[in-house]
């Protein structure tokens, strides 16, 4: 199976920076990855797809890059709403693997 | 509105069985791939299964292989999670998930907790 290894496991931001999300994928997935976003309490929301697609609905300061095998997520301008857990997941087969998730935090 | 609906969930003792099931409106479910997701309590998300649209394909995680089956009934706009042999590390949130078109899981339950303890 296609192991997603993600970093950092926390990352501490203030409102208005900008901040990147990195997974890298075991083997080549071409641009089969999306992101998600999970608060506290809820299901994880959709942000991002074929590594650079935003979902619609999604805020445009959200973008996603690959090169490689490793994607990343950048949030420009960080929101008070985008203090929040992140999870890559890998979309290249049936078994869609997760990465280990980053949580954003507020410094 | 597109929805999916998850119920069953509760505690068992190890080594019992639950069921869980997912229901689906405000799409044509049979046209689409579903998926199940489990979280542990302060831990990260694990794919769990998946099922396709209408041959009944399934794939699952090594972890839950020949204790768990994926199963679906589009007459019912249902998706199923049968679950034996239970573990105390089987304690999680499980979320039913819908694969989109771009093959990323963009519709999603509000999960159903299982709890494993005697």
């Known amino acids: 199976d296609i192991q997603m290894t993600q970093s950092p496991s926390t990352l501490s931001a203030s409102v208005g920076d900008r901040v990147n999300i990195t997974c890298r994928a075991s083997q080549t997935i071409s641009t089969w990855l999306a992101w998600f976003q999970q608060k506290p309490g809820q299901a994880p929301n959709l942000l991002i797809y074929?590594?650079?697609t935003l979902e619609t609905g999604v805020p445009s300061r959200f973008s996603g890059s690959v090169s490689g095998t490793e994607f990343t997520l950048t949030i420009n301008s960080l929101q008070p709403d985008d203090f929040a857990t992140y999870y890559c997941q890998q979309t290249y087969g049936y078994v869609k693997t997760f990465g280990q998730g980053t949580k954003v935090e507020i410094k | 509105e597109v929805q999916l609906v998850e119920s069953g969930g509760g505690l068992v003792q190890p080594g019992g069985s639950l069921r869980l099931s997912c229901a689906a409106s405000?799409?044509?479910?049979?046209?689409?791939?579903m998926h199940w997701v489990r979280q542990a309590p302060g831990k990260g998300l694990q794919w769990l299964s998946y099922?396709?649209?209408?041959?009944?394909?399934?794939y699952y995680v090594d972890s839950v292989k020949g204790r768990f089956t994926i199963s679906r009934d589009n007459a019912k706009n249902s998706l199923y999670l049968q679950m034996n042999s239970l573990r105390a590390d089987d304690t999680a949130i499980y979320y039913c998930?819908?694969?989109?078109?771009?093959?990323?899981?963009?519709?999603w339950g509000q999960g159903t907790m299982v709890t494993v303890s005697s």
């Open positions: 099922i396709s649209a209408r041959t009944g394909v399934t």
């Open positions: 405000g799409f044509t479910f049979s046209s689409f791939e």
């Open positions: 074929k590594a650079s």
């Open positions: 998930a819908r694969e989109g078109p771009d093959d990323a899981l963009d519709i």
